[in-house]
């Protein structure tokens, strides 16, 4: 049974960083692309950001690009998310997302995946 599981929610201060984690099971991690998704009350589910099977490239949505990174440790089945400089509207439920097919080209078209985690609370106020 393939597993998703977020950590590393919470709340910061506006400019503060924090880093999520995502920890994959079920699954031969390493041939998946992989994303973050995040969803603000009311909302739809935004792109955050992607990354490839083996790390080399990364997409990622305008609204935090040079804020945020991702990466991932393909032998632990990990995937990361540091984001730095945080905002209140990076406020929401951040999740982890796999590709639906493997060796997927990856992106940030949502319909690209099918894999989801249960999600990570994030909130960034004063």
């Known amino acids: 049974q393939v597993q998703l599981v977020e950590s590393g929610g919470g709340l910061v201060q506006p400019g503060g960083s924090l880093r999520l984690s995502c920890t994959a099971s079920?699954?031969?991690?390493?041939?998946?692309?992989m994303a973050w998704f995040r969803q603000a009350p009311g909302k739809e589910r935004d792109f955050v950001a992607a990354?490839?099977?083996?790390?080399?490239?990364?997409w990622y949505g305008d609204p935090v690009k040079g804020r945020f990174n991702i990466s991932r440790d393909n032998r632990n089945n990990m995937m990361y998310l540091q984001m730095n400089g945080l905002k209140s509207e990076d406020t929401g439920v951040y999740y982890c997302?796999?590709?639906?097919?493997?060796?997927?080209?990856?992106?940030?078209?949502?319909?690209?995946?099918?894999?989801w985690g249960q999600g990570t609370q994030v909130t960034v106020s004063s």
């Open positions: 079920g699954l031969t991690f390493s041939i998946y692309a």
């Open positions: 997302a796999g590709e639906s097919r493997p060796y997927g080209h990856g992106g940030g078209d949502i319909t690209r995946y099918d894999l």
């Open positions: 990354i490839h099977l083996n790390g080399a490239i990364k």
